[in-house]
């Protein structure tokens, strides 16, 4: 898998962050981590390690993915979170949707047989199926877990997207666009493990709230 780069977003990950990274070592990946300059615990916690680091021009989550991935110069790319909670073993499994069949991107998914999670509360469970059908009913999406963002996608068809979100609506922002623009999606199953240490970084009624909104924007194309 030399010609994948994951893209590691980060905020005060400095306990979860080197533990991931040490995990990766056994995969043949490239890693690029984008966090803000202000960030100087993590930054000294992942020194040690063979990683490329980028420092965003603007804060939130989505624009750490989006400058992050607009830098990936192989031919896939794939979103990893800092938190533990992805499994790279998974990785391989979409590597080889994706490089065998004929698809643009992998979205991994907890809601398909042979997959769960460790980390899902009654809220966020019950938020990730409402958007998830959202998704399917209004703009055709053939994914079952639309806010989960362990995704694998070719590097090159994904940057010329437009992708713009900044905030944590990127994660809807990214299939509904991919798809509008045609690119092949498929699911991979996941098990979401719990994270390391540190606090999720999510807030379920207001990032829910800002999420509606965003599939309410691009269903009737006003983003």
Known sequence: MRDVTLVIPAKYESESLPKVLNELKQFK???????EKSDIKTINSIKKFNCKILFQKNKGYGDALIYGIKNVKTKYFC????DGSFNPIELKKMYLKINKNNFNIVFATRYEKNSGSEDDTMVTLLGNKI????????????ISDILYTYVLGETKKVQKIGLKRKD??????????????GLNLTTSPSHERRRIAGKKKV????????????MIKMFFNFD
């Open 79 to 82: 979103i990893f979170n800092a």
């Open 203 to 214: 807030n379920a009624i207001k990032d829910g709230y800002l999420i509606l909104q965003q």
């Open 168 to 181: 944590f609506t990127l994660c809807v922002e990214l299939p509904i666009k991919a798809f509008k623009s």
């Open 131 to 142: 958007f998830s059908l959202i998704g399917n009913f209004f703009f055709s999406l053939p």
């Open 29 to 35: 990946v490239k890693i690029l981590v984008v966090l």
